[in-house]
């Protein structure tokens, strides 16, 4: 059996479980309702539990993952670049090239990245999927929140830049996710014991996360207005699933990076667009429809695009 046919089996089950959100969402078994209910309950419970205990279990003795950090921070400075240009090339109004932009760089890694590392790698290597998303997390928001600010229509981010970039920056330090970090980053420096019934309990909705946030993002997704935005979304989905990568790849490989953390630099930074993103366009002044499609083509072309990327990096000696 090819590299790349084991690959894909491996990855396939991530997609399958995808696509039974969406027909259920499509064939009404389930409903908006139920939808918004899983997600929430992935959001600011199950994907947190998983998150800080995976980092609150990580040792920090041995450094920081910076060369991860320097790799994945340069390819979105890069991708960025790259999408300004193709926004241009495109004549892209600035509100359509922001939700262009923003789609090329913020990826569903702690969803769809950590799944496919589980899948791929193994559970033993969640843990350090989980610590860069510590890192990682914040610096996307971040790009995310730049992007829209100088591209975005919103009047009150043109008027009051700095005080609406503030705003949201804040908010997103308010999210679920980037409090199980900060926690978790104390109790393992701080080498905190953690209750067995605590540890327990985080440990059976941590085993949640994944599947029902799964499920919870192929219902999502069929919930978002495209406005017939395809041809748009399909270049910005190809700087998303191959042009980041490619770059996060290259200058890891240049860093010294191989195995396994090169392997889930290149998950992570393969990922398809973070549903997320579509809120952020919308409140930010960017065109809502095409921050839905690129979430829909990058949704359906991750798995061939990780695949492939996998299989790749497998025949070229780098893992």
Known sequence: MSV??????????????LLLGYMSFALRWVDTSFIGSANRLVFYVAMPALVFLNIAGADFSGGLPCREILAFTAAMILTTAAGYAAGGVLRLANPQKAAFVQGALRGNFAIIGLAVVDQVLGPEWVPSGALLIAFFLP?????????????????????????KTIAVLVKSLRNPLISA???????????????????????YLQRLALPLALVGIGGSVGEYRSGGHYPVAAASSFLKLFLLPLFAVIIGIVLGLSGES?????????????????AMADAMGADRDTAGSVILVTTASCFLSLTVILTVLKVAGFT
């Open 262 to 278: 090169l392997v889930i630099l290149a998950v992570f930074s393969g990922a398809p667009t973070a549903v997320a993103s579509y």
């Open 4 to 17: 790349l046919t084991l690959i894909l089996l491996k990855i396939a089950p991530i997609f399958l479980v």
């Open 139 to 163: 610096l996307h928001n971040f790009a995310s929140v730049v992007v829209l600010s100088l591209l975005g229509s919103d009047v009150e981010v043109h008027v009051h830049p700095l005080k």
């Open 181 to 203: 970090i900060i926690l978790g980053v104390i109790v393992s420096i701080a080498d905190i014991p953690l209750p067995g019934v605590l540890t327990d309990t985080l440990t």
